[in-house]
Nanobody, 115 residues
Framework: QVKLVESGGGLVQAGGSLRLSCVHS????????MGWYRQAPGTQRELVAT???????NYADSVKGRFTISRDNAKNTVYLQMNSLKPEDTGVYYC?????????WGQGTQVSVSS
């Protein structure tokens, strides 16, 4: 069973930075796409950023230029560096991986940005 463990969330003031990490285990197949999604209270979960095994990235317009997704395949880890954080970035951030067309999600880590 694929397992994902996120870390790095917390409370930060607007303009600050956080770095999220997600370590995956249990997959016998190489993982192509890994990504970060977030969900604010009362809203639907939305894409933040994704990265393929080859390093191709995709970002939501709202985070372009502020967030950077990266991965270390040797460590089975995907990162999300978040700079210039805004109150509207507040939410639960989830890591997702795709294994042969099946999505697996982490338990989420809370990010709170105060104004």
């Amino acid at each position: 069973q694929v397992k994902l463990v996120e870390s790095g969330g917390g409370l930060v003031q607007a303009g600050g930075s956080l770095r999220l990490s997600c370590v995956h285990s249990g997959s016998v197949f190489p993982i192509n796409e890994m990504g970060w999604y977030r969900q604010a209270p009362g809203t639907q979960r939305e894409l933040v950023a994704t990265i393929t095994r080859g390093g191709r990235t995709n970002y939501a317009d709202s985070v372009k230029g502020r967030f950077t997704i990266s991965r270390d395949n040797a460590k089975n880890t995907v990162y999300l560096q978040m700079n210039s954080l805004k109150p509207e970035d507040t939410g639960v951030y989830y890591c997702k991986v795709d294994v042969l067309g099946t999505a697996f999600w982490g338990q989420g880590t809370q990010v709170s940005v105060s104004s």
